[in-house]
C-alpha cells in the first residue's frame, strides 16, 4: 500500500479538474440513456470477473466508457520498523533508522472512462502521520514528529493498447503525475515532482482473471531520480453477482506486500471494498486496511 504526499497550488487544479469531469459526465447523461435503453449482449467468459471497463490503478476495479466512478475510502498504515534517514527529515545526519510509523487517510478517488479503451483519474487525500524515532537516532530529531495536512494529489491516464480475445490477452498502459506540494512537511510532503509510467497485461480464464504490471518512476530532486517503480502479480474472482475476491502481490523496489480484498456489490451502481495490506518485507508496511464505497451515479 502507498503513504501519499503534495503543494497547496494543487487544489486549484484538483478543483478544476473535477469540475470538467462532473461537466463532461452531464453533457453525455443522454447518450448514455440511449446506450440504457440496448439490450445487454452477454460476455464472453474472460471477461466474466471484470467486465470489458478499462482498468484503474484502484485493485480489481474497471471502468467503462462514459462511467464516473466515485470513491471515498479510508486507510490506516501501522509500521513498526518504518526506514528513515535523518536528512530525509531535513536535519544533518545520512544514517538510517527504524522507527515506529501511525497514519490515517481520507482519501477520494475520481475515474471517468472517455472512451472504450482510454479513462482518467484523480485522487487526492488528507493525511494525519506520527513516527517515534529510534531509540538510537543520535541527531536532533525529536522523539515523535507529527504532521498532517493535505497528502497526495495524482492524476493519471490509463490506456488499453489491446483488447483481450480468446487468443490473446488485454495490454494496457497507464502514466501517473504526483504534484509536489508539503515541503516544508517532509514527513507526508512531496518536495518536487514524481512521475510513472507503466504497462500491464490482463488475461482472463474460467477459473479467475489474472494480470501483472510493471513501471518505472522519476522524482525530481532525488539523488537517484530514476528507479524501478511499482509491480504486480493479481488474481481477481467473481464469486457471485454480490461477491468478488482479489489477491495480488504488490512491490515497489525491495517493499513487497500481500494485497487481499473482498467487494461487495450491493447493486448495478455502488460496491463496497475491503481491502487489506500485509507486508512481506522489512521495508514494507506492516499493515494497511482500507474501506470505501465505489458509486457509479450513471451506472447502466
Given at each position: ?15 478544476c479538474?473535477?469540475?470538467l469531469l ?39 476495479t474497471y ?13 490506516y ?31 477520494l ?12 483519474e ?24 507529527e ?11 490509463r490506456w488499453?493498447?489491446?483488447?483481450e ?10 502514466a ?22 507503466g ?10 482473471t489474472?494480470?501483472s ?13 530514476w528507479?524501478?517503480?511499482e509491480?504486480a502479480?493479481e ?41 487489506n ?7 514494507a ?12 451515479p450513471?451506472?447502466?
Amino acid at each position: 500500500m502507498r503513504t501519499r504526499h503534495r503543494h497547496p497550488a494543487t487544489c486549484l487544479t484538483f478543483t478544476c479538474v473535477v469540475g470538467l469531469l462532473l461537466e463532461t459526465t452531464s453533457a453525455s447523461a443522454r447518450a448514455q440513456a440511449a446506450d440504457h435503453a440496448q439490450p445487454d449482449t452477454p460476455e464472453p467468459v474472460y471477461l466474466r470477473d471484470r467486465g470489458s471497463g478499462v482498468a484503474t490503478s484502484m485493485f480489481g476495479t474497471y471502468v467503462r466508457r462514459r462511467e464516473l466512478l466515485v470513491y471515498p475510502f479510508f486507510e490506516y498504515y501501522v509500521d513498526h520498523d518504518y526506514e528513515y534517514a535523518p536528512v530525509d527529515l531535513g536535519v544533518p545526519g545520512d544514517v538510517d533508522y527504524r522507527g515506529r510509523y501511525r497514519a490515517s487517510e481520507g482519501l477520494l478517488f475520481l475515474g471517468y472512462g472517455l472512451t472504450d479503451n482510454l479513462a482518467v483519474e484523480l485522487e487526492a487525500a488528507i493525511i494525519r502521520a506520527t513516527l517515534d524515532t529510534a531509540p538510537d537516532d543520535a541527531s536532533v530529531l525529536p522523539d515523535r514528529i507529527e504532521e498532517s495536512g493535505l497528502g497526495d494529489v495524482e492524476a493519471q491516464i490509463r490506456w488499453r493498447m489491446r483488447t483481450e480475445n480468446a487468443t490473446r490477452p488485454e495490454l494496457f498502459s497507464f502514466a501517473e503525475l504526483v504534484f509536489p506540494r508539503n515541503e516544508h512537511k517532509p514527513l507526508i510532503g512531496t518536495p518536487g515532482v514524481e512521475l510513472k509510467a507503466g504497462v500491464g497485461l490482463i488475461r482472463g480464464f474460467a477459473l479467475g482473471t489474472i494480470s501483472s504490471r510493471i513501471a518505472v518512476e522519476y522524482a525530481e530532486g532525488s539523488t537517484s531520480p530514476w528507479d524501478l517503480g511499482e509491480y504486480a502479480v493479481e488474481y481477481l474472482k467473481r464469486l457471485s453477482p454480490a461477491w468478488r475476491i482479489y489477491v495480488g502481490i504488490e512491490g515497489e523496489q525491495d517493499e513487497i506486500s500481500l494485497i487481499t480484498e473482498a467487494q461487495w456489490h450491493i447493486g448495478r451502481k455502488a460496491f463496497v471494498r475491503f481491502n487489506n495490506g500485509v507486508g512481506l518485507t522489512s521495508k514494507a508496511t506492516d499493515w494497511a486496511p482500507e474501506v470505501g464505497i465505489v458509486f457509479s451515479p450513471f451506472a447502466r
